[in-house]
């Protein structure tokens, strides 16, 4: 970590203490709603519309580096896909690199992965059956791209779902020889999905089984304390730390999930292992720390 990073985290952890001033960390960026995909578990390819101009983007970036953000993640649809005449994702890639101090990208993984971020995250839900039913029979085609891409900080992420958590072990296990780690979510209901939810009960099986592989060495990104928050909820979130730009341009800050779904209160069945990780992160869980510093290079 560079030096000057950790001075502005240690400042940025002071100045939120002290003045409760809320200011975000995080920007979550929906480049686009197109995708390549019709995948069982996702919304946004249901919702029509133009891609977010780069010339918003600009803007948006200054605005969110001077509230705060050092960590910007693009996603979609498929951000792969994103355009605006003859610009691709890499020309915000760079722009964002003038502001931020993590640049990822979350990606379904069926275009080539030559995209210039810090940090690559490819959805994979399951071994080939299970997602080829989920995400239209693009198995082959996404491990062949993880296996070519020369990007050095690829990660597989797992969405965990009613369909798939029984295999979740052995599918950590054939990911484990080519990407750096797996990371993990659990299925949120959005209206236009099919509910895949998992039960209580299947979710905290499944959450032993992580704990158990990486007690064992195999590459379970997310802490032993998230894992363990996620079983009933028990972590408390900082919601005010994550900015979200939508794909008509809009920025809100707070909870990802708020005003999203019919839900009027989402927090009780949230599963975004990422946010537990931030929130664990800013109340100085040394291990969730440790899990942000590897993964996105930034703390």
């Given at each position: 970590?560079?030096?000057?990073?950790?001075?502005?985290?240690?400042?940025?952890?002071?100045?939120?203490?002290?003045?409760?001033?809320?200011?975000?960390?995080?920007?979550?960026?929906?480049?686009?709603?197109?995708?390549?995909?019709?995948?069982?578990?996702?919304?946004?390819?249901?919702?029509?519309?133009?891609?977010?101009?780069?010339?918003?983007?600009?803007?948006?970036?200054?605005?969110?580096?001077?509230?705060?953000?050092?960590?910007?993640?693009?996603?979609?649809?498929?951000?792969?896909?994103?355009?605006?005449?003859?610009?691709?994702?890499?020309?915000?890639?760079?722009?964002?690199?003038?502001?931020?101090?993590?640049?990822?990208?979350?990606?379904?993984?069926?275009?080539?992965?030559?995209?210039?971020?810090?940090?690559?995250?490819?959805?994979?839900?399951?071994?080939?059956?299970?997602?080829?039913?989920?995400?239209?029979?693009?198995?082959?085609?996404?491990?062949?791209?993880?296996?070519?891409?020369?990007?050095?900080?690829?990660?597989?992420?797992?969405?965990?779902?009613?369909?798939?958590?029984?295999?979740?072990?052995?599918?950590?296990?054939?990911?484990?020889?080519?990407?750096?780690?797996?990371?993990?979510?659990?299925?949120?209901?959005?209206?236009?999905?099919?509910?895949?939810?998992?039960?209580?009960?299947?979710?905290?099986?499944?959450?032993?089984?992580?704990?158990?592989?990486?007690?064992?060495?195999?590459?379970?990104?997310?802490?032993?304390?998230?894992?363990?928050?996620?079983?009933?909820?028990?972590?408390?979130?900082?919601?005010?730390?994550?900015?979200?730009?939508?794909?008509?341009?809009?920025?809100?800050?707070?909870?990802?999930?708020k005003d999203r779904t019919p839900y009027k209160n989402p927090c009780e069945i949230c599963g975004l292992a990422a946010h537990t990780e931030l929130s664990l992160s800013y109340q100085l869980n040394f291990e969730a720390i440790n899990v942000g510093r590897k993964t996105m290079k930034a703390f």
């Amino acid at each position: 970590m560079k030096f000057g990073h950790f001075l502005y985290f240690a400042k940025y952890y002071a100045l939120t203490k002290i003045s409760n001033s809320n200011k975000p960390l995080l920007a979550g960026v929906k480049l686009t709603h197109r995708c390549t995909l019709k995948c069982r578990q996702c919304p946004f390819w249901q919702r029509p519309g133009d891609d977010i101009k780069f010339a918003d983007l600009k803007e948006i970036m200054k605005n969110l580096y001077r509230q705060g953000v050092r960590i910007w993640l693009m996603e979609g649809g498929e951000p792969l896909l994103w355009r605006d005449g003859k610009l691709n994702i890499n020309n915000v890639v760079t722009e964002a690199k003038k502001y931020f101090y993590c640049v990822g990208v979350t990606t379904n993984g069926t275009l080539p992965i030559d995209v210039k971020t810090d940090v690559v995250w490819v959805s994979v839900d399951g071994l080939r059956d299970t997602h080829n039913y989920l995400r239209n029979n693009s198995f082959d085609k996404v491990i062949e791209n993880i296996k070519n891409s020369k990007h050095p900080h690829i990660f597989a992420n797992i969405a965990i779902n009613c369909l798939n958590h029984q295999e979740v072990p052995e599918l950590i296990k054939f990911l484990a020889g080519f990407v750096k780690g797996v990371t993990i979510q659990f299925f949120f209901p959005y209206p236009e999905s099919e509910n895949l939810a998992i039960s209580w009960d299947d979710r905290e099986k499944v959450l032993e089984e992580l704990i158990k592989l990486k007690r064992e060495g195999w590459p379970v990104v997310d802490s032993f304390a998230a894992l363990e928050a996620l079983k009933k909820n028990t972590w408390k979130c900082e919601p005010w730390m994550v900015a979200s730009v939508e794909r008509d341009g809009t920025v809100t800050q707070g909870c990802y999930l708020k005003d999203r779904t019919p839900y009027k209160n989402p927090c009780e069945i949230c599963g975004l292992a990422a946010h537990t990780e931030l929130s664990l992160s800013y109340q100085l869980n040394f291990e969730a720390i440790n899990v942000g510093r590897k993964t996105m290079k930034a703390f």
